[in-house]
């Protein structure tokens, strides 16, 4: 069948048809990844604002932690959340040990640990390690999820992620990129018992 052959009528109307159509796919083709996106987008909000609420909750035991040294009633709930009295290089030890156990529950390759100088924060102190440790993401949320839900409770102070040099990807083998992480984790610790 020769399109030209046709009624003008009926040209005229396949030749719409056609176009409806090549407008339809092309509008598909567009607002396909454009949904995609704003559904990324959407879960991405939604993963920041729970990572948000976790990090306000950390940050408001912080600030017990820091109110109880002129506080008796948050001085009982800060025992609870606090290491028990000692000199700043056993607070410090308590910290590396409870550091070192949730890197190797979770999997992570410690590789450094380092104390860090202990500060004062009103009656009571803060005592904290430096860890260098290489991990995957997997073993790096479970890590992070162990330090948030510590007794007593850690902070991590400062934090650094890099992907490791020797993380690469084999042909026809896919594994997770090994990440190289540096924290300083800290506890607050009771005044010694004089």
């Known amino acids: 069948m020769n399109f030209y052959s046709l009624p003008r009528q009926r040209q005229t109307l ?8 090549a407008v339809a796919i092309a509008g598909v083709a567009i607002a396909m990844p454009v949904v995609e996106m704003i559904g990324e987008k959407r879960e991405e909000i939604r993963k920041g604002e729970a990572d948000l609420a976790k990090w306000r909750g950390i940050a408001a035991s912080a600030e017990i932690m820091q109110g109880a040294s002129n506080d008796r009633v948050a001085s009982l ?3 609870t959340l606090a290491l028990p009295p000692s000199t ?3 607070a410090a030890a308590s910290v ?16 450094s640990v380092q ?8 009656d009571l102190r803060e005592a904290g390690v430096r860890v260098i440790a290489m991990a995957t993401q997997r073993q790096l949320d479970d890590a ?15 934090a650094n992620f890099q992907l490791s040099s020797g993380s690469s990807r084999t042909a026809g083998i ?3 990129p090994i990440l190289q992480v ?11 018992e004089k």
């Not at 396949?14 to 159509?21: N, S, T």
């Not at 104390?115 to 009103?122: F, K, N, S």
């Open 182 to 192: 540096r924290l300083d984790v800290f506890a607050y610790a009771l005044p010694e």
């Open 115 to 122: 104390p860090l100088e202990a500060r004062r924060a009103g």
């Open 96 to 111: 590396q040990a409870i550091v070192r156990r949730i890197l190797a529950d979770a999997g992570a390759d410690l590789k």
């Open 174 to 176: 896919i594994e997770a």
């Open 77 to 79: 709930r800060a025992t």
């Open 144 to 158: 992070l999820f162990a330090l948030d839900h510590s007794n007593p409770r850690l902070f991590i102070r400062e």
């Open 88 to 90: 700043d290089a056993q």
């Open 14 to 21: 396949i030749a719409g048809a056609l176009l409806v159509a």
